[in-house]
T-cell receptor
Framework: RKEVEQDPGPFNVPEGATVAFNCTYSNSASQSFFWYRQDCRKEPKLLMS???SGNEDGRFTAQLNRASQYISLLIRDSKLSDSATYLC??????????????FGAGTRLFVKA | DAGITQSPRYKITETGRQVTLMCHQT?????MFWYRQDLGHGLRLIYYSAAADITDKGEVPDGYVVSRSKTENFPLTLESATRSQTSVYFCASSDGQYNEQFFGPGTRLTVL
């Protein structure tokens, strides 16, 4: 089982649609969680951190379910500019192998007019 | 307001040559990281550094060497480049072990 798994997609949605991404992680003791956005041939950029209580930033809502070991990202009222790859990032506790940051392979989103 | 920069942005080299990729950040972040990104693998950590003169291996360190003599710089050296090291390399920095990371624009390296 991969340490972090995402649906690779692609998700093809019309403008204005609501789309949800899920990400599962294997280490139940993981400390922090993030969603990053990556545009084609560009660097990943932080979209939002994910907190235990859930958090919202405009059209974006992130949630964490520790019991089931997954995080989610909900995008409402999709815009053309939301087209990108969304990366789930999990930071397990420091172990014998040292510090780790685990990136999911990403979910591609295409928003069409 | 440079943030984090990488150089060169593009590099073509030949098998067996030594290549150094540069990374510079202006935030005085303690942590710095090197990743490679390949299709089908996502981002994989090569090396990281918690502070000047403190470095440690990540997931895929073989064939790479790093140093961190100054907080702001974190160069990555491919001692003898191989074709399997053709990739996009991203440098990142963070002000805490569990905080968000900020990425540089990347270096596209091709090894012929």
């Amino acid at each position: 089982r991969k340490e972090v798994e995402q649906d690779p997609g692609p998700f093809n949605v019309p403008e204005g649609a609501t789309v949800a991404f899920n990400c599962t992680y294997s280490n139940s003791a993981s400390q922090s969680f993030f969603w990053y956005r990556q545009d084609c041939r560009k660097e990943p950029k932080l979209l939002m951190s994910v907190y235990s209580s859930g958090n919202e930033d405009g059209r974006f809502t992130a949630q964490l379910n520790r019991a089931s070991q997954y995080i989610s990202l909900l995008i409402r009222d999709s815009k053309l500019s939301d087209s990108a790859t969304y990366l789930c990032v999990v930071k397990p506790p420091r172990g014998l192998s040292g510090f780790k940051t685990i990136f999911g392979a990403g979910t591609r989103l295409f928003v069409k007019a | 307001d440079a943030g984090i920069t990488q150089s060169p942005r593009y590099k073509i080299t030949e098998t067996g040559r030594q290549v150094t990729l540069m990374c510079h950040q202006t935030w005085s972040h303690s942590y710095m990281f090197w990743y490679r990104q390949d299709l089908g693998h996502g981002l994989r950590l090569i090396y990281y550094s918690a502070a000047a003169d403190i470095t440690d291996k990540g997931e895929v360190p073989d064939g790479y060497v790093v140093s961190r003599s100054k907080t702001e710089n974190f160069p990555l050296t491919l001692e003898s480049a191989t074709r399997s090291q053709t990739s996009v390399y991203f440098c990142a920095s963070s002000d805490g072990q569990y905080n968000e990371q900020f990425f540089g624009p990347g270096t596209r390296l091709t090894v012929l």
